[in-house]
């Protein structure tokens, strides 16, 4: 897929996040390499050599430190090659807050870095709160509704979490500081700090696996949410098409 022209990078990486393995244009296939990994390897249009981010990561701290090193990798390997990239995508499964039901979809409206930060006192202080950093990244608002118009998908933030939650207190805690949230995962803001360093917008697409709260493994709905986003990424061709380009 692309846009303007040019290839368009799509990149998910870490633990237990499926990745998405782009075949030709428009047509995305599942490519799970195996228990708790993913891979997702994307290329431009039916591609596989110069210009292909081939990312794999098994591990991300709070701040998406080492998905963001691998994911700059690959947009240095794409400038080099005189073909950038003219966006990053995020996408996998995760939790999702109520009302956002199993098996749905949600594209990412803010990525936010739920946990980098300190506890205090006063409870949780978010690490702009301490003086540094960031812990959101904005997805162009154009696209965003394109895509969840495109797709039949929510719009919401989606929480990036070093600890996926496991309690309804947890729950509660974030949807307190974060009002928006529709869904969790482990992955987004790693990515869209490497996006934003080589200055490329980036979308996170989620389908919902199971609820954010008490774990209930009999309750996860993983080969829906698969289907889901599968799906998903059929109906997102048109309108990646339709966007007009970062400014907007």
């Keep these: ?3 303007a022209g040019r290839p368009t990078g799509l990149a998910a990486a870490g633990p237990g996040t499926p990745g998405l393995d782009a075949a030709a244009p428009g047509t995305p296939g ?4 195996g228990p708790g990994t993913a891979r997702l390897d994307a290329a431009g249009p039916g591609t596989a050599g110069p210009g292909t ?9 709070a701040a998406g430190l080492d998905a963001a090193g691998l994911d700059a990798a690959g947009l240095d390997a794409a400038g080099l ?6 966006l990053v995508v995020s996408a996998g499964i995760g939790g999702g807050f109520t009302p956002a039901p199993l098996g749905t ?12 930060g300190a506890e205090t006192p006063d409870g949780f202080a978010a690490v702009t ?5 960031t812990v959101e990244h904005l997805p162009p608002p154009a696209l965003v509704r394109a895509v969840a118009e495109a797709t039949g998908a929510a719009r919401g933030a989606v929480l990036t979490v070093s600890t996926v939650t496991g309690s309804a207190g947890r729950a509660t805690e974030l949807l307190g500081r974060h009002p928006r949230a529709a869904a969790e995962a482990m992955e987004g803001f790693g990515v869209a700090e490497a996006a934003a360093a080589h200055g490329v917008p980036v979308l996170e697409v989620r389908a919902i696996s199971n609820t954010v709260g008490p774990r209930d493994r009999a309750a996860w709905r993983i080969g829906e949410a698969l289907d889901a986003l599968a799906a998903a990424f059929r109906d997102l061709p048109p309108a990646l098409a339709t966007w007009k380009g970062p400014s907007t």
């Design 1 to 3: 897929m692309g846009t």
């Design 30 to 33: 599942l490519d799970a390499a």
């Design 53 to 61: 981010a081939g990312l794999d990561a098994a591990g991300l701290d």
């Design 81 to 86: 090659d005189a073909a950038p990239y003219g």
């Design 105 to 116: 979809v949600v594209v990412a409206e803010a990525i936010v870095a739920a946990d980098l």
């Design 129 to 133: 709160d301490l003086g540094f950093g």
